[in-house]
């Protein structure tokens, strides 16, 4: 199956801060999600992040806290804007039904913690 | 729209037993429907996958789901359970639509295994 990295694994960062994770897929994928999984929940999905357009942000998440970026068919990232402790979660990229590993991988994940 | 319930939040069983995990779904359309596993501070890990071929699906590790359309269900069994499959396991759905590849995770399922 394909590999999924994300960059970092893990940080622990100032609150009022920003964090950007990095996420590289070995294969051009037209869609690739970013999510969310706070401690002790479920993953809930922020936004699908589609090269050469504006990512699409689900119900609760905008823009200005959680930009994205889609440069590439292969690469994205997650900025997480002026990071609060409610904002200490797993964040993980996937990819889209166009990748032939579709539904196999997920990324490691970032934990970040704030402080 | 697609939706998932994972009707135990909570399971235990013994090891050597049988485990049963409920899921069902609401989708719209043709929907792909998952199972994961997360073991404590791992990542997520597929299990099974269902796209519309065979509605009885064999997975990883010993565990299979059934895809019951008149039901609207998706539960995921395992004749014989043992200690190390102990974790949380999330029941995912993704419509067969323009969205891709979105999917929608259920609240997950946490399943202790007693020696």
């Known amino acids: 199956s394909a590999v999924i990295s994300q960059k970092p694994s ?61 440069p590439n068919l292969t690469f994205s990232t997650l900025t997480v804007s002026n990071m609060s402790p409610e904002d200490s979660s797993i964040y993980l990229c996937s990819v889209g039904r166009d990748s032939a590993n579709y ?4 990324g490691s994940g970032t934990r970040l913690t704030v402080v | 729209a697609q939706s998932v319930t994972q009707l135990d939040s909570h399971v235990s069983v013994s090891e050597g037993t049988p485990v ?3 899921c069902n779904y609401s989708s719209s359309y043709s929907p792909s429907l998952f199972w994961y596993v997360q073991h ?67 609240d997950g399922t946490t399943l202790t295994v007693k020696p």
């Not at chain 1, 539904?103 to 997920?106: A, E, K």
């Not at chain 2, 010993?62 to 039901?71: L, T, W």
Request: aromatic content about 12%.
């Open chain 2, 40 to 106: 404590p501070n791992k990542g997520l890990q597929l299990l099974l996958k269902y796209t519309s071929a065979a509605t009885l699906v064999k997975g990883i590790n010993g565990f299979e789901a059934e895809f019951k359309k008149s039901e609207t269900s998706f539960h995921l069994t395992k004749p014989s359970a043992h200690m190390s499959d102990a974790a949380e396991y999330f029941c995912v759905v993704s419509d067969l639509d323009t969205n891709a590849g979105k999917s929608t995770f259920g």
């Open chain 1, 103 to 106: 539904g196999y991988t997920f």
């Open chain 1, 10 to 70: 893990r940080d622990i960062c100032q609150r009022g801060t920003s964090l950007t994770i990095q996420c590289q897929v070995d294969s051009q994928v037209t869609m690739m999600f970013w999510y969310r999984q706070q401690p002790g929940q479920s993953l809930t999905l922020i936004a699908t992040a589609n090269q050469g357009s504006e990512a699409t942000y689900e119900s609760g998440f905008v823009i200005d806290k959680f930009p994205i970026s889609r």
């Open chain 2, 20 to 22: 049963l995990l409920r």
